[in-house]
């Protein structure tokens, strides 16, 4: 008798008995699951095999070039995007593939700002590097360094002027978000000590000699304090200084501002020499001016022994000539009114100028 079986079946009858095991395996069925499913870059997913029908082998395509061979792989996405995943799950029976259309959803993170400078203290002018240091890539960066002054560069380098401490903020943005991080009195500028130094103008001449002094002095003093070698003293910036005896004279400058004070000094700077004296005018007995000082009204007297070409002349502290006139030659007494109030207070030097030589006086104007 011929028995035809077509799947695992057994009988058994009286005098005899059959068997048959089918040989065939069935194809698996894929599917799968992952966790999770989103979130932000870099993104780690454990992918899980949920395949029916006993697989033996699988291979899985991640969606952004990835791929595996094991059952339950666990995959990185670090670049932002939406992904398909595929898993091909296959035994002696075939194979079968499930595949998951914008599966996985990757997000940019936002950044988390972060920054340093260097030097963060000195001097004014003072020159910061500053560097990003933020996580999570930003792609824009908005700089404010507390002194009204702003950056959209990523590593900026910003000089402050002025002295003061500065609160410094950045915020760094890309397409997830933006943060910011602030440093509270992150930047301390100082003021510099002055580096003392000046001029006179004229350094020579007779006495008595008016002499200008200028200031040159860097990083801004706010104080001055002159001392001109005769026993003078100034604390003006600028100061005129008139020296009355012959000599040679060391002038000293110390300048200061919040920073410090430094001092400048020329060592035998001024030399005054003695002018021509009435003694050495034989024909001269006398040449006074008065009331000095006053508002501008001097009277002159004088008193020759013979007649001479004389010539007054009064010169302000720049060896301008303010007033001149030639005097008719004379013998004996004379006394003269001048009025030179139309001019600005100060000090002048009026000036008799003979065949024989100049005599100098002094005359202030108030």
Do not use: C
Request: glycine residues 8%; proline residues 7%; hydrophobic residues 25%.
């Amino acid at each position: 008798m011929l028995v035809h079986f077509t799947s695992d079946y057994s009988v058994t009858a009286p005098g005899w008995s059959a068997s048959y095991t089918s040989s065939s395996t069935y194809p698996p069925v894929a599917e799968f699951s992952g966790n999770p499913t989103s979130g932000n870059a870099p993104l780690t997913v454990q992918f899980y095999d949920q395949s029916k029908n006993t697989p033996t082998s699988w291979s899985w395509d991640f969606g952004d070039g990835g791929t595996s061979t094991q059952q339950n792989p666990s995959h990185t996405y670090n670049s932002a995007s939406t992904y398909t995943v595929t898993l091909t799950a296959s035994n002696t029976g075939g194979s079968d593939s499930e595949t998951k259309n914008d599966y996985i959803t990757v997000s940019t993170p936002p950044p988390v700002a972060d920054f340093s400078g260097n030097p963060t203290s000195g001097n004014a002018p003072l020159t910061v590097q500053f560097y990003d240091q933020s996580t999570n890539t930003p792609t824009s960066w908005s700089w404010n360094f507390g002194d009204g002054g702003t950056s959209t560069q990523q590593n900026p380098s910003y000089t402050y002027n002025s002295a003061g401490t500065y609160t410094v903020t950045l915020n760094a943005s890309n397409a997830g978000g933006s943060d910011s991080e602030t440093k509270n009195s992150y930047i301390t500028v100082s003021t510099p000590p002055p580096v003392a130094d000046f001029s006179g103008n004229p350094t020579s001449g007779n006495a008595p000699l008016t002499v200008q002094f200028y200031d040159l002095s860097t990083n801004t003093p706010t104080s001055w304090s002159w001392n001109f070698g005769d026993g003078g003293t100034s604390t003006q910036q600028n100061p005129s200084y008139i020296y009355n005896s012959a000599g040679t004279y060391t002038v000293t400058l110390t300048a200061s501002n919040t920073g410090g004070s430094d001092s400048e000094t020329k060592n035998d700077y001024i030399t005054v020499s003695n002018p021509s004296g009435i003694d050495d005018i034989d024909f001269l007995k006398s040449f006074e001016i008065y009331p000095n000082p006053n508002t501008g009204e001097f009277i002159i007297e004088m008193e020759v022994t013979k007649p001479n070409d004389l010539e007054l002349r009064m010169i302000n502290i720049i060896g301008q000539v303010i007033y001149q006139e030639k005097l008719n030659r004379f013998v004996g007494p004379y006394k003269k009114s001048i009025n030179v109030g139309n001019n600005e207070t100060g000090i002048y030097t009026l000036q008799l100028i003979t065949e024989k030589g100049i005599i100098n006086k002094k005359i202030v104007i108030e």
